[in-house]
């Protein structure tokens, strides 16, 4: 049993944890940590295929981003091309991430999942773990104009 000193000093301890605001440093969660996968970038297949990808950045190739509920812009818009081409979902590319794409987004980590054995997690978030198991939908281009969202796609299998 501590002594009374002991206490007093634990009693105080806790106090200035407590007004200080030294008792809430947790880390934040992973997702939070990843920046927004606010645009895409282009992997030149050949001369007239290309892939594209969610990134961070336009054309950065930085695919350790994340998407989630709420979410829009282009990097969305990619996401629910390769969604729709890659794995059979009905959802439009308006680059809104809403319901929708959530379930979407679900069924195709549960694809890879069972296809792969990825592991990843079934939460209806695109983060860097499910970005390194993700398939780029295959765009062929023609004359300046890319047509989009073939059925070929790329995948990364686990490597980011």
Known sequence: MPKSGTKRWMAAAAAVV????????VPESAYA????????SITQ????????TPTSGSGNQNRACSLKQ???GWGVVVLQEALRACFGQN?????QFGPLTKNALRNA????NSR???????DGEYGPQTASWWWDAKYYRTGGVVYGGFSVCAVHLGSL
């Open 18 to 25: 407590a007004i200080s605001g030294l008792g809430v440093l």
């Open 33 to 40: 940590a990843t920046p927004v996968c606010a645009s895409w």
């Open 45 to 52: 297949g050949d001369n007239v295929y290309e892939w594209h």
């Open 70 to 72: 709420g979410n829009t």
């Open 91 to 95: 959802i439009s590319a308006d680059g």
């Open 109 to 112: 980590q549960s694809q890879i």
């Open 116 to 122: 792969y054995g990825a592991g990843i997690a079934v």
